[in-house]
């Protein structure tokens, strides 16, 4: 069973930056695509960004791309995520994920394991 849990959220300012952080237990984290998921009230949950095996291997959200950054250090089992420019439109709980896959999974059905979500909240 892998534990995950997240941390880094918090309230900021249109403009401002924060890293998010998801920290797995268990000793095969290297093994594990990792991806990142957002929900906002009343709307489903939405694929932000993910990372395979390789640190080369990452995909993000149209809505993403150029402000944030995944990135994942297999020695403190942590994916990271990056989030520049920060807008009132990313507001939402940011939840971490994890399944046994070389490649990036974009879809949230397919991933195996979850984190309880940390809240990021922009204002404008």
């Known amino acids: 069973q892998v534990q995950l849990v997240e941390s880094g959220g918090g309230l900021v300012q249109a403009g401002d930056s924060l890293r998010l952080a998801c920290t797995a237990s268990?000793?095969?984290?290297?093994?594990?695509?990792l991806g990142w998921f957002r929900q906002a009230p009343g709307k489903e949950r939405a694929f932000v960004a993910g990372i395979g095996w390789s640190e080369s291997t990452t995909s993000y959200a149209d809505f993403v791309k150029g402000r944030f950054a995944i990135s994942r250090d297999n020695a403190k089992n942590t994916v990271y995520l990056q989030m520049n420019s920060l807008e009132p439109s990313d507001t939402a709980k940011y939840f971490c994920?994890?399944?046994?896959?070389?490649?990036?999974?974009?879809?949230?059905?397919?991933?195996?394991?979850w984190g309880q979500g940390t809240q990021v909240t922009v204002s404008s």
């Open positions: 994920a994890a399944v046994r896959s070389l490649g990036v999974i974009t879809v949230p059905q397919e991933y195996d394991y």
């Open positions: 268990g000793p095969t984290f290297s093994t594990f695509a």
